[in-house]
């Protein structure tokens, strides 16, 4: 918004494209693409569909949130990976699993500002490419073997090391903070809220059945790009191949937990899955779109990031940032038409309902009056979310924006809320409009 708090005229920020990959788990189809092969497949794509000439750009805002061995800058990288221009300016985001919330509210920003007019924002994740790290001990014996002058000066270092020392370290998949992973909080948060493992099955089942009557009506048909499978490329990954369409309650029911193994309630079933794929987004300011003729799918309307202390409840961030992000559009969670919530685990989805509902959520840990309120379960996730879809970290909240997008058209909506859940205790939301 300008300094007033209202936007100038025109410079309303305009998402008038979006495609994604497939997502498709770790170690399938597209375990031999990185992360960045992945961006800049879906850029090019998206650039060539959208039939807007490339000189057009003049920005790029792109996420990933498991760092590649030999890539740094992928924002930069879809530049020079591409047909864009390669005097389009770039940078790189991460904000966990809201990463491409972040490169998307940071594009509508410089839109705003009038800093940019037409941008791409998204984001790729490759974990079938995520890379392993020589231990501490190792790393430094290597470091100081390259200065080493002479045989003996080597082997001296060589034989400080220990077997233990030569083996590899994956990334890091524990809060820092608090030695947990993410599953291991979500436990937490079911166990605090009251989440039951039956709630959670129903979740899963939603996610797959929805996402599945949404494939099987042609609903993903126009986001979702074709990849030539590599290395043959005799065959093309078409469809995200997390999706169950055949699952049952009963066979939900059955798999065992993963993180407490014997009070658990957390499963492969009711948690997103590892997943490659990329998704972007093309944005504009409201004056380019007209001009170029182009229709908005939709608006960024407004949104809002939070904190919580991941000691407390890590996933617990969308509780904290909805209600701001709704303020700031001056809407209530009852004019939404659709609501998306990043499905990290069913009892994080369920933990924040609870949240979003509690009026002694809202007094104490909000300071408010009222609660948020509840969602109409009609209105939420209704193609399916990320237990069913896929996670790619990097590309969710790309991934979001336009299946809402396209959802709302087809109801003829107005408003939608998205929300994310992300590590270290931190939560987005952000609110989208149409015309």
Request: aromatic residues 4%.
């Given at each position: 918004?300008?300094?007033n ?38 850029v090019?794509?998206l ?5 807007i000439?490339?000189k ?35 940078h ?8 491409s919330?972040?490169t998307?509210?940071?594009?509508a ?9 037409c941008?791409?924002?998204g ?22 073997l ?33 030695g ?14 009251g989440?039951?493992?039956e ?73 997103s ?6 998704a972007?987004?093309?944005?504009m300011?409201?004056d ?6 182009m ?22 961030g ?12 001056g ?32 007094a104490?840990?909000?300071g ?41 058209s ?6 939608a ?19």
């Amino acid at each position: 918004m300008g300094m007033n708090g209202t936007v100038p005229p025109g410079r309303r920020a305009a998402v008038v494209a979006g495609l994604r990959t497939p997502f498709v788990k770790a170690g399938t189809d597209f375990k031999d693409l990185s992360a960045v092969e992945l961006g800049a497949l879906v850029v090019n794509e998206l650039v060539a569909r959208s039939g807007i000439p490339p000189k057009e750009f003049d920005s790029v805002v792109f996420g990933q949130v498991i760092p590649s061995p030999t890539v740094t800058l992928i924002g930069r990288e879809m530049v020079l990976r591409t047909q864009l221009p390669r005097s389009v300016q770039a940078h790189t985001v991460a904000r966990a699993c809201a990463t491409s919330i972040q490169t998307t509210t940071d594009a509508a920003d410089q839109i705003l500002l009038g800093h940019s007019d037409c941008a791409i924002s998204g984001g790729a994740e490759s974990l079938s490419d995520a890379p392993i790290f020589a231990t501490r001990a190792l790393a430094q014996a290597l470091v100081e073997l390259s200065r080493a002058k002479t045989l003996t000066d080597r082997l001296r270092l060589l034989s400080t090391l220990r077997p233990k020392d030569f083996a590899p370290q994956p990334p890091a998949l524990k809060e820092p903070t608090t030695g947990l992973t993410m599953g291991e909080s979500a436990e937490l948060m079911a166990q605090r809220n009251g989440i039951s493992r039956e709630a959670q099955d129903r979740v899963a089942y939603e996610s797959h059945r929805r996402a599945a009557a949404a494939w099987e009506g042609g609903k993903f048909d126009g986001e979702v790009m074709h990849v030539p499978v590599p290395p043959r490329f005799e065959r093309v990954a078409a469809k995200d191949n997390v999706v169950r369409k055949e699952t049952t309650l009963e066979a939900l029911a059955a798999l065992r937990p993963v993180f407490d193994r014997r009070y658990g309630t957390i499963t492969a079933g009711n948690a997103s899955p590892l997943t490659d794929g990329a998704a972007a987004l093309v944005l504009m300011s409201e004056d380019k779109a007209r001009a170029l003729g182009m229709r908005p799918l939709g608006f960024v309307r407004s949104y809002a990031y939070a904190a919580l202390d991941p000691r407390d409840q890590l996933l617990q961030g969308p509780a904290y940032a909805a209600p701001v992000a709704l303020d700031r559009a001056g809407l209530r969670l009852a004019d939404m038409d659709l609501v998306d919530m990043h499905e990290a685990f069913a009892a994080q989805v369920l933990s924040n309902l609870k949240a979003f509902a509690s009026k002694d959520f809202a007094a104490k840990e909000l300071g408010r009056p009222e609660p948020l309120g509840e969602i109409d379960p009609a209105k939420l996730n209704v193609n399916g979310g990320s237990i069913a879809l896929g996670h790619p970290f990097a590309a969710t909240g790309a991934r979001m924006i336009v299946q809402t997008l396209r959802e709302l058209s087809r109801r003829n909506g107005q408003y939608a809320l998205l929300t994310v859940c992300a590590a270290g205790g931190l939560g987005a939301a952000l609110v989208l409009e149409r015309e």
